[in-house]
């Protein structure tokens, strides 16, 4: 059974009218997160609700896809919702007392403007997802803070705890990633993942078309 926390983050963000929904708090963290992950991009859009049970996902593959149909994306643009009904399955398991979080890896180091590029790109993506409040979190460069490592998940757990609200709980959350060890996968750093911060895991096909 989920507890939940309701959290304000929306006010405390710097994003107005016409800016990016999601608010970045990279910056903001607690001192003590923020060296302790100070390679991870931390972002929360909407009026977000922490709770117990945590539905997490992968970004690129398994909410997201190159509109162009291209293997990797042309521009901060060239991206669509994976599935139809991807906002309507999100919504559901807010309804449900799951909480979203967005797992991603990506690689901008050494190039901040990419990075910057990206930023926006989950903004237009939050906006794409309007009414579900969701946090992202990414790991920017290569270092134990990237999947399959579980620093991102550390970093969600020391962000709940620093504000004193409930604890995820990862006997009543799951992961779902497109990253699988499969044939033509390109890694199995999803399950491997889940594997390694004891999450249950499923691909996008198990957990979208069951
Ligand atoms: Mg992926």
Redesign the pocket.
Known sequence: MARQSTLNFARSGAHGAGRSRVSWKHHQLANDISSRFHTVLFGVAGEFTASTQIAAF?????LIRPKSGLKFPRNAADWSLLRRDTKERLNTLIQTGYAIVII??QNYSGRPAKLEEWQVKMGAIAERLHDVPFICIAATTKDENRKPDTGMWGCLQAYFESLGCVRPDTKESFFV???AGRRGD?SA??KNFAKNAELRFYTPEEYFDA
């Open positions: 992968d970004l690129d593959g398994t991603s890896n990633g497109d990253a390109h750093d999803d």
